[in-house]
């Protein structure tokens, strides 16, 4: 199993460009997710899907979209890309059920905006 | 005041030393509770989950205090691979396991 693969790991975006950060599973989790971490904090969740077809707002979902038309892919798109949008991001999965088992996160993508 | 906080850091610590983090939440209806590692510019990965009871996992023990809303991780012996940044992280109610993380407590174990 590869796990949660996140694609690209480095990306440098001008002002106002649009791009959309890739991630797959292949563990079949029901749950995934996006989150943010900006320097010297804590992850913080964008949105999140419970299964194909069902995505949820987090807790900074501004200037952000997912969809999710399989188990596997969840894509997060940024439509016009702004300097606090600089940061990494990680997608993460999860079985359904189970509240003490481990989300499994991708390697995260490194997102410059200039 | 912030769904998770976490002693701010950074923890400094020689080899061997005995090294305590703490951690408290704020919403009293929060369900499971985690230690997740981080080592620089990496993923997240589960340390340990923190049970009622309180739960030992080799040299790292965990307590969780519901009635005063803590948690703690304690790390014996310490090692030089022990240094990361420690994040507490809250599973809030509800079905769709979001999980709140703290802003991490780094860690340097020094020779």
């Known amino acids: 199993n590869a796990g949660v693969t996140q694609t690209p790991k480095f990306r440098i975006l001008k002002i106002g460009q649009s791009m959309t950060l890739q991630c797959t599973q292949d563990?079949?989790?029901?749950?995934m997710y996006w989150y943010r971490q900006d320097p010297g904090m804590g992850l913080k969740l964008i949105y999140y899907?419970?299964?194909?077809?069902?995505?949820d707002k987090g807790e900074v979902p501004n200037g952000y979209n997912v969809s999710r038309s399989t188990t596997e892919d969840f894509p997060l798109r940024l439509e016009l890309a702004a300097p606090s949008q600089t940061s990494v991001y990680f997608c993460?999965?999860?079985?359904?059920?189970?509240?003490?088992?481990?989300?499994?996160f991708g390697n995260g993508t490194r997102l410059t905006v200039t | 005041r912030k769904e998770v906080e976490q002693d701010p850091g950074p923890f400094n610590v020689p080899e061997g030393a005995t090294v305590a983090f703490n951690c408290t939440y704020s919403?009293?209806?929060?369900?499971?509770f985690f230690w997740y590692r981080q080592d620089c510019r990496k993923e997240p990965k589960l340390l340990m989950s923190?049970?009622?009871s309180g739960n030992e996992d080799g040299r790292f023990t965990a307590q969780l205090n519901r009635a005063s809303q803590y948690i703690s991780l304690l790390i014996r012996d310490s090692k030089l691979s022990d240094s990361a940044t420690y994040l507490c992280?809250?599973?809030?109610?509800?079905?769709?396991?979001?999980?709140?993380f703290g802003s991490g407590t780094q860690l340097t174990v020094l020779p």
């Open positions: 993460a999965s999860g079985p359904r059920g189970h509240l003490n088992s481990p989300l499994h």
């Open positions: 563990m079949n989790h029901n749950y």
């Open positions: 899907s419970v299964g194909a077809g069902i995505t």
């Open positions: 919403n009293s209806a929060s369900q499971s």
């Open positions: 923190v049970y009622s």
């Open positions: 992280v809250v599973l809030a109610s509800g079905s769709a396991r979001q999980l709140t």
